[in-house]
């Protein structure tokens, strides 16, 4: 009789495309064994009263209140997990020398594993109450800590894709945080990719090993070599940094006289499973080499505001097929929302396309077409970055996992602006995406399972 695993009532967002936004207007979702889901049913479908009848008043049954919506749950394509500890500061200085007056002393002391557990807990907990069901994580150079990292995500239904980060070369990194050499950091990281794929079988959501060179100035040719056999050997997940700002691409330059996307698929580190943050100053051909391999970029509008030197063109990128997601970089930028991340990407590509010198003629200012709406960057949020990842996630559509946030705009304490009952609903979903809060997510659930209440 009863079917399903649940049943949920109620109005969603999702994205049709990267620019058009799809409505279903009091719905039902049908979720199986799997937390997948399975049927969508409209409410002038034959089913929805039998379906109703058959589940209303169990267990199994939720129907959202008024002033609640279901949206997916975010994906957010570069976090920082161990930086949580400094989010909010430290930003006021260039990248080569945030990373070494605060990012390296504090990752270092993830050896230390009550200290990793600390923040590691916290920072899980914190990306799921702001709706982040899934997470791409940088976690540091130790094993044991990154592997804990991935535990305590398998616990608390994050799905969560972690990195044991690799800095193996002696010139470049301090004494104090680094790879022993070459052949541990590689070693340390074939352990670590066995450990995560045998944790991931106790979790229904998944979690994932992803090979993790810093970016290329931490690492060794031997090194990025090894990595991108083990990568190919284990078929992983590969994420790193790829031409985020003026110094890092002129380093990548200047050691291989080639930009960073063709250096690193010279050694294999450019795969359908490769996510690469920042990604500033990609050249066309670079977007090629991209969208060829299909590497996706992880868009970190916040953290591109501090340090990267430029806002990237994502408008130019998507009309040449590179896939791209949206990611906080915690704590390059300092919030663990994607609402916040989803408002700066539009704010900043607007800046981009209109200019912000006044001592230029206002023709001269910007450069065109570069701006993206609202819907544009929720895309780049939920779909945008469930594509990048290669997994049915971040849609409400049948065959992708139940991965979302129940949204309530009418929550007393905190009431979006919405006064007429019958308001457009393409004007509620704009509300929700500039007005939204941590306290507006009433609930989250992934691959089926509730992981957040409040
Ligand atoms: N490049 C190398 N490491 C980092 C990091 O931790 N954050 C950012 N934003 N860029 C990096
Ligand atoms: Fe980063």
Not at 190 to 203: C, D, G
Not at 348 to 367: F, H, I, K, T
Request: charged share 20%; proline share 5%; aromatic share 10%.
């Amino acid at each position: 009789m009863s079917k399903y695993m649940q049943l949920f009532q109620g109005t969603s967002f999702s994205s049709k495309s990267p620019t058009e936004i799809q409505v279903l207007r009091d719905h039902l979702y049908c979720i199986n064994d799997d937390g997948m889901i399975e049927r969508i049913v409209a409410p002038e479908d034959a089913e929805y009263a039998s379906l109703l009848d058959a589940y209303q008043g169990t267990d199994k049954f939720q129907r959202l209140e008024a002033g609640q919506y279901f949206l997916p749950g975010f994906v957010d394509l570069h976090v920082h997990a161990p930086q949580w500890a400094q989010s909010g500061t430290a930003l006021d200085i260039p990248l080569y020398d945030w990373l070494n007056t605060y990012t390296f002393p504090l990752e270092s002391k993830f050896s230390d594993l009550e200290f990793a557990r600390t923040v590691y807990d916290d920072v899980v907990s914190t990306l799921l109450a702001n709706g982040t069901t899934t997470a791409l994580y940088f976690a540091t150079v130790h094993k044991e800590a990154s592997l804990l990292l991935a535990q305590i995500c398998a616990s608390k239904g994050q799905r969560g894709l972690v990195g044991k980060v690799v800095m193996d070369d002696p010139e470049q990194n301090p004494e104090y945080y680094r790879d022993a050499d070459t052949s541990t950091a590689l070693a340390d990281t074939e352990e670590f990719i066995i450990a995560v794929q045998e944790l991931a079988k106790t979790t229904k959501q998944g979690v994932y090993p992803v090979v993790t060179p810093r970016f290329i100035p931490s690492c060794t040719d031997e090194g990025l070599r090894g990595l991108g056999e083990l990568a190919a050997k284990y078929d992983t997940y590969v994420q790193s940094h790829c031409s985020e700002s003026d110094w890092a691409h002129g380093y990548v330059k200047n050691r291989f006289h080639k930009n960073d996307a063709f250096a690193l698929h010279d050694f294999g580190l450019l795969r359908d499973k490769s996510v690469m943050a920042h990604c500033n100053f990609l050249e066309d051909q670079d977007a090629e080499l991209f969208a060829d391999t299909g590497t996706a970029i992880a868009h970190c509008p916040i953290s591109n505001a501090y340090f990267a030197n430029s806002v990237i063109p994502v408008a130019r990128f998507h009309a040449k097929n590179v896939e791209i997601g949206l990611g906080s970089d915690i704590s390059g930028g300092f919030s663990p929302s994607l609402f916040d991340n989803i408002r700066q990407a539009v704010i900043s590509s607007r800046m981009l396309e209109d200019g912000v010198n006044p001592s230029l003629p206002a023709e001269d200012r910007g450069v065109p077409d570069s701006r993206i709406t609202i819907h544009q960057a929720f895309y780049l949020a939920t779909a945008g970055g469930g594509d990048s990842l290669s997994l049915p996630i971040g849609r409400i559509q049948e065959g992708y996992a139940w991965d979302v946030q129940v949204i309530d705009t009418s929550i007393p304490s905190a009431k979006l602006p919405i006064f007429d009952e019958h308001e457009d609903v393409h004007d509620i979903f704009q509300k929700i995406m500039y007005l939204a809060r941590p306290e507006h997510i009433r609930e989250v659930w992934v691959q089926g399972d509730k992981v957040h209440s409040r």
